[in-house]
């Protein structure tokens, strides 16, 4: 197995997997362009087939040279100072931290900005060990306060307000807020 | 030309509300590009609709001069983060981030500023004397082939720098390619690969990317660190560097300037490539190369100076024929239409009085740099006290809502984390994260330009190459190819 | 593929409703009377929410803020643009449909949004799934080229070039598979019997710089997204496609002078509200829109755009009108030219 561990293998797999998924998906919008020789499939196809050959050539890189660093790169080392996970408990926490915020993103449709917002802010602070309940509230309410000014009243930005009720209504009641709040001036 | 750019000058402070306007974009800009998490993309996408209400002078002037100080901006965040304001700070990080970590940081920011300033004062120059002539000489001779050649080559030198060994710069660089072939195809409007979500047509912006994977990358990376008791925040130091230290780079900053106001005037390309290939160079002249990536003020010096040194080149595709250089760039063509204007040569024959108060605002504007750049740098080093478990949801919150507001997608806010998300996973991967954004970015450019040359030959490769600008970058990328792939299989390697 | 451009195609209410108002008598004209209306039960009591499915910068980016501006200073009820580009206008028209139907939201649209339905009917139809306020353009599409070019210099000196040139010769067009332009280009090559490879840029600089750096041998485009070329005398449309000349375009033939037998596509731009929403509410907004147009700021900008030189004006009944003449329209040529109409 020269110098590969684990690790390649399951990069080798994860590129070929990327590469045969996408070029299957690719028949779904095979069709011909009438103006374009290549069609719609040409270029992402000859991509697949470079991050294939890539793919080969990392995995012979692997092979023979295990994970040295080739001379003469720029940017490689990016690695930060490694992290010792000892428990399963500390994978929670971090898994905890990665998901929080797609939650958040993913709630963004339905419930909007207006009211998600304090609630992810919160949760972050939570999630990031913070346990000071004053500190939390305090923060929270300082930062959703900063950007509504912000965003809200001086920048008219146009934020999510969601869809569903009652999340959309507090938003159509933030929003209302303003108005009454421009007429004053 | 000089007349000109005194009754520029002239016009941009002769007006009170034009100064405060003029000061605001400096500010501005430096702000949101030193603020982790947000950068001038996003002040830049925040103010759109209200240049609607300034005048189109005042409204292109105020986006140049974010456009020049947020360059700048956007390297203090990379310096000090290792998150970079935007792509072209990115070669920045490489070097600055490492000196952070050693305590020396104001050095860095420190070079960062003269550099910025010499770099864009520079282009200014250039760009006031030679935008008119070179947009008669671009518009004639550079097409859709030539666009993809230099796409081509710019994408050939960013694998070939970036990532642990050749194989995997170049599988980043594809990636990202291959996530910009999401949404729609440059030349029929056929969805691709989105997998049953309609709202994958729009495809996958850059914007939300390069938050994702710079901006909230680091911020798990912290976390993690926070969580696990390994957390320590970052030192700093307000220690500039001495003259005499920055004199013994004057070879890298004039190369900078050279490669930077070169790669600046490609359409489609601009600041990006300009500081990866400034960087790229300054290794390539090096005699002690290993050092980069330690934390070598020589890095900060030549990519800070070719991304700014690019400000004022980009301004000369995007003011003679309408082609922005980068994300900024096309920002403004949206100003420019939002007043019923088309940049393109015709500005210079209607509008030679927008030209020359941009020019002066922009000059202006790298000027100021060195004085408020200075000040501001002192204020923004603080932000490093502010407890991390505050400032953290803070630059979640700006980074969600700047992914936001460019397009109004939820789904660019769901990119974002999930850019983040696989950026920290990649962290110790020796992927480039730069390769995959930059890949992102011209994916797009490329292949349409690429459609459109093959095209305009009618697929016959003799025509193709008949075009000797085209032929020349397609060679030198080319080249660079090979050579790196020479180096991949008889380089020596070391322990990472 | 052939055509045969003698059939009627079925879309003879858009061919009526299209020529009945050309001249430039009534473009422009207001014809709204009344110029105030009481808010029904306080609606709007906030700003309203105006989804744009492009950009701020292109055309639909414009005449959103244009009539925006217009509606507030009549009414002062601000208008928020939440612009949504994408998609050739689908993830805009998608986020559009999922929001609440209570009269805040409402939504600008192309004639994208009907060739969309035309093709697939499980998209929503502008006319049925949506109600129109106001169209505010309308327009028509000409073929240009540089104003210096010698090779040819009108129509038929550019068909018989095109000709000689076997197919090689080029047009810079925004060309997604069913697009008007796309079926323009169709209908003219096939009636003039020529062969000419169009190239596609979705941006219109590059698509202009092309024709000016002689990339490509002319283009196709509105005459407001030229107008400065126009105007500065860089361009000259030889093709006019409408039915008859426009005044501002006098000496330009068009396409059915030409020997083109073939019902005109045109550009529209409009402004919508959710079927849905309150019938009172909707009364006030197709006031607000319809008498938005009216308002000086309004009329200079579609001036400077121009899209006086045609009438741009269709409230309620006309937009509906035109959109299920636009729909069946298409519906017809996609089933010629063999797409999958679903």
Known sequence: ?185 | MLDNFLTGTATLFGDPFTVGIFIFGVIGGMLFGAIPGVSMLTLAAILLPFTADLSPSQGVMLFAVIYCTGTYGGAITAILFNIPGAPENAPTAFDGYPMTQKGMAGKAVGAAVLCSAVGGVASAIVMMSATEPLAQWAIMNIGPPEIFALVFFGLAVASSVGGRTIWKGWLSVLLGLLIATIGQDPVGGINRFNFGFSDLAAGIAFVPAILGFFAVSEIFVQAEKKVSGNYSAPKFSVDFPTFFELWAHKIAVIRSILVGFFCGILPGIGATLAAFMGYGEAVRWSKNKSDFGKGKLEGVISSETANNAATGAAMIPLLALGLPGGALTAMMVAVFQMHDLEPGPLVFYNSPDLIWIVFAGMFYANLSILFIGLLETKTILYLLKIPFQFLAPMILMLASIGAYISRGLVLDVIVMFAAGVIGFLLRRSGYSIPGIVLGLILGKIGEQNFAQGMQMVHYDLGTYFSRPICTILIIAGVLTLVKSLHSAFFAKHVES | ?342
């Open chain 1, 1 to 185: 197995m020269g110098n590969l561990k684990n690790s390649d293998l399951v990069e080798i797999v994860f590129w070929l997997l990327i590469a045969v998924i996408f070029f299957s998906v690719s028949f779904n919008f095979n069709q011909p362009i009438e103006i374009y020789k290549f069609g719609a499939t040409g270029w992402p196809r000859v991509i697949l087939a470079l991050i294939g050959l890539a793919a080969l050539g990392n995995l012979y890189h692997s092979f023979k040279n295990g994970s040295k660093t080739q001379k003469g790169r720029v940017g490689a080392s990016e690695a930060p100072d490694q992290v010792y996970y000892s428990s399963l408990t500390d994978y929670l926490k971090t898994a905890w931290i990665l998901v929080i915020p797609l939650l958040y993103a993913i709630s963004l449709k339905p419930v909007g900005f207006y009211f998600g917002t304090p609630f992810f802010i919160a949760l972050v602070m939570l999630a990031w060990g913070e346990r000071r309940v004053k500190f939390i509230l305090l923060s929270t309410l300082f930062i959703y306060a900063l950007l509504i000014i912000l965003f809200m009243f001086i920048l008219n930005a146009p934020l999510p307000q969601g869809n569903v009720s009652p999340f959309y209504d507090f938003s159509a009641f933030m929003l209302k807020m303003k108005t009454q709040f421009d007429q004053l001036f």
């Open chain 3, 1 to 342: 593929m052939n055509f045969n451009f003698r059939t009627p195609i079925s879309a003879v209410v858009t061919a009526a409703a299209l020529t009945a108002f050309t001249g430039a008598a009534l473009a422009g004209e207001c014809r709204v009377s009344e110029a105030s209306m009481a808010k029904p039960g306080g609606f709007p009591d906030r700003a309203l929410t105006m989804i744009v499915p492009y950009g701020p910068g292109g055309g639909s980016g414009q005449v959103a803020a244009a009539m925006a501006e217009a509606v507030t200073e009549l009414t002062s009820v601000s208008i928020n643009r939440d612009h949504k580009p994408g998609g050739s206008g689908t993830v805009g028209m998608t986020a559009y449909m999922a929001a609440p139907a209570d009269g805040y939201t409402v939504l600008e649209h192309i004639d994208d949004a009907s060739s969309a339905h035309a093709l697939d009917s499980s998209k929503p139809n502008p006319a049925v799934d949506l109600i129109p306020l106001v169209i505010s353009q309308v327009t028509f599409s000409q073929i240009y080229i540089r104003t210096n070019e010698t090779r040819y210099t009108d129509w038929p000196s550019f068909v018989e070039w095109v000709r000689a040139q076997d197919g090689k010769a080029t047009i810079a067009n925004v060309s997604k598979e069913g697009s008007m332009e796309r079926v323009i280009m169709k209908f003219i090559t096939e009636a003039s019997d020529m062969e000419i490879q169009q190239i596609s840029f979705d941006k219109g600089a590059p698509r202009y710089g092309a024709l000016l750096g002689g990339q490509v041998d002319a283009l196709f485009e509105q005459p407001g997204d030229v107008r400065k070329f126009l105007d500065a005398d860089n361009f000259k449309p030889i093709l006019t496609v409408f039915n008859e000349r426009p005044g501002a375009f006098s000496d330009v033939p068009t396409h059915k002078e030409m020997g083109m037998d073939f019902e005109p596509l045109l550009r529209f731009r409009g402004f919508y509200v959710h079927k849905d929403a309150p019938s009172d509410r909707v009364d006030w907004l197709k006031w607000a829109f319809q008498r938005g147009y009216c308002e000086d700021s309004y009329q200079a900008f579609n001036e400077s755009k121009f899209m006086t030189v045609i009438d741009s004006y269709r409230d309620t009944d006309g937009a509906i009108e035109m959109i299920n003449g636009a729909i069946a329209q298409y519906r017809d040529v996609y089933k010629q030219m063999g797409l999958d109409v679903k």
